[in-house]
C-alpha cells in the first residue's frame, strides 16, 4: 500500500517486563452490493458535464489526486470511456464543479445517513452505451442513476441492458408517470415518480443500498433534501399501477411510497437473490482456490454442499430467507447428486453439476388492515 512505513532496522529493546504491541485497525473499502454509479454520457466533441480536467489523465493516481479524495481513475481504450471513484462529494468537485449535474446527485447521495464510503461516475460516448457499461460492469457498484434524469429511447435500451444481465439495478426518475409505459414488467429497472429538479434517485440508493440486504424494506423510507409531495389517492393509485415509488407525506413524514421495480417485484427480494448468487459463487470460488484438491467423491460433494448452506443460513440471519413455521429454522433446502449420477463426460472433465437449491423469500409487511369492535350501551329503536 502507498501509505506503508518501509524500514531496514530492527527497533530499540527497552528493559521491560511487560510488552504491549499495537495494532491499528483502519476501516476497510466498502465492497458490496449498494455502491453507486452516475452514468454520464457525452459525445466525444464535448467535455463531460462542467468537467474541470481533461479527459486524457494517465489512470495513475498522483498524490494530488489522492490527496483531493480520488480513489480510483481507468479508461477503456476501446470507448473512451472514463470510469471513477471518489471518497466524497468534495473529491467530486474536482472534476465536475459544485452545481453541476454531476455534482448535484452526488451531493444529495453523500447527503442520506446511509452512503458508502465512495461513488463512481462514467463518463462515456452515448453511441457506445452497451461496451462502455460491458467494460465496467463488475467494478464497484450495483445501483447505477442518471447525471441528468431523462425517459428516451436511448433509456429503454438502457433498461434492457441491466434486465439481460440481472445483477445490477437501473433507478430512472420523471415526474411524468406516462413515460414508463415502456418499461412495463422490467425486474432490474426502479422507476420513480418526483420533480427532476431533486434527485431522489440519488437519495433512494444512498438511503437504503448498503444496508445489510434481507433487514429492510424499500417503502416509508425517510429521504434527506427530498420534498414530500402531497398526492390525492386517485394520484397515488395510478403511480402504484405502473410500479413506480413516489415521495409522499404520510402522518406528518415524508416517506417512500413503495419498495418495487417497475416489474411489481419488490427491491429486497430481488437485492436478496442477488446477494445470495454472489455469496454463493463467491464463497465456493474460495473454497476450490483455497484448498489443494476437493476429490470428486462424496467427501468432496459434502464440503461443497457444506459451503452452500453456510451462505444460505447467512443469508437467513439477514433476513432474506423466510423462517419454517415447523421446524423454527431456515425455510431452505440444499440437495447434491452423487458422484454415479453425474455423466461420464463430467467426471472426465472434473465438472459437477449435481449441487442445488430452493430457500423461500422472507417478504416484509406493507399495509395493515385492523379490525375494531366497540361495545356501546345505547339501545337504538
Known amino acids: 500500500m502507498a501509505n506503508e512505513t518501509k524500514t531496514t532496522v530492527a527497533p530499540y529493546d527497552r528493559v521491560l517486563d511487560v510488552s504491549v504491541v499495537m495494532t491499528v485497525i483502519r476501516p476497510r473499502p466498502v465492497v458490496g ?40 481513475r481507468k479508461t477503456d481504450t476501446a470507448t473512451g470511456a472514463i470510469y471513477r471513484e471518489y471518497k466524497n462529494v468534495d473529491a467530486v468537485a474536482v472534476d ?39 467494460a465496467f460492469w463488475y467494478f464497484n457498484w450495483t445501483f447505477a442513476i442518471q447525471a441528468v434524469s431523462k425517459l428516451d429511447q436511448s433509456t429503454v435500451d438502457l433498461s434492457n441492458i441491466f434486465e439481460r444481465n440481472q445483477d445490477h439495478f ?9 413515460e414508463y409505459d ?28 448498503t444496508l445489510t440486504v434481507g433487514s429492510i424494506t424499500w417503502k416509508f423510507k425517510e429521504l434527506v433534501g427530498i420534498t ?38 419488490y427491491i429486497d427480494v430481488l437485492h436478496g437473490i442477488l446477494w445470495v448468487k454472489t455469496n454463493v459463487q463467491g464463497k465456493l470460488e474460495n473454497f476450490l482456490q483455497e484448498n489443494g ?9 459434502t464440503q461443497l454442499s457444506g459451503v452452500v448452506t453456510q451462505v444460505l443460513e447467512e443469508a437467513y440471519e439477514q433476513g432474506i430467507i423466510l423462517t419454517d413455521p415447523i421446524t423454527g429454522k431456515g425455510d431452505y433446502s440444499v440437495d447434491t447428486t452423487s458422484r454415479d449420477e453425474q455423466s461420464q463426460q463430467d467426471i472426465s472433465d472434473r465438472h459437477y453439476g449435481g449441487l442445488s437449491f430452493t430457500y423461500h423469500v422472507s417478504g416484509a409487511i406493507h399495509t395493515v388492515t ?12
Open 33 to 72: 452490493l449498494g455502491n453507486l454509479l452516475i452514468l454520464n454520457p457525452k459525445t466525444p466533441a464535448q467535455p463531460a458535464d462542467g468537467q474541470t480536467q481533461p479527459a486524457s489523465l494517465s489512470d495513475k493516481l498522483s498524490d494530488t489526486d489522492r490527496m483531493n479524495g480520488i480513489l480510483m
Open 96 to 134: 465536475y464543479p459544485e452545481k453541476s449535474d454531476v455534482w448535484n446527485k452526488a451531493s444529495t447521495y453523500f447527503a442520506q445517513s446511509n452512503h458508502s464510503d465512495r461513488v463512481a461516475v462514467l463518463d462515456y460516448d452515448p453511441a457506445k452505451t452497451y461496451d462502455a457499461l460491458k
Open 170 to 178: 437501473l433507478v430512472l426518475q420523471t415526474n411524468d408517470i406516462s
Open 182 to 209: 415502456n418499461y412495463f414488467g422490467q425486474n432490474y429497472t426502479i422507476g420513480l415518480k418526483h420533480d427532476i429538479a431533486e434527485a431522489m434517485d440519488a437519495a433512494l440508493v444512498g438511503a437504503n443500498a
Open 228 to 265: 414530500p409531495e402531497l398526492l390525492t389517492s386517485n394520484e397515488l393509485s395510478g403511480i402504484n399501477r405502473c410500479k413506480a415509488i413516489a415521495y409522499v407525506e404520510v402522518n406528518n413524514r415524508g416517506e417512500t411510497s413503495e419498495g418495487w421495480t417497475l416489474s411489481g417485484e
Open 293 to 301: 484438491k476437493v476429490p470428486y467423491e462424496q467427501r468432496g460433494i
Open 370 to 381: 385492523v379490525n375494531g369492535q366497540v361495545q356501546s350501551d345505547t339501545i337504538l329503536a
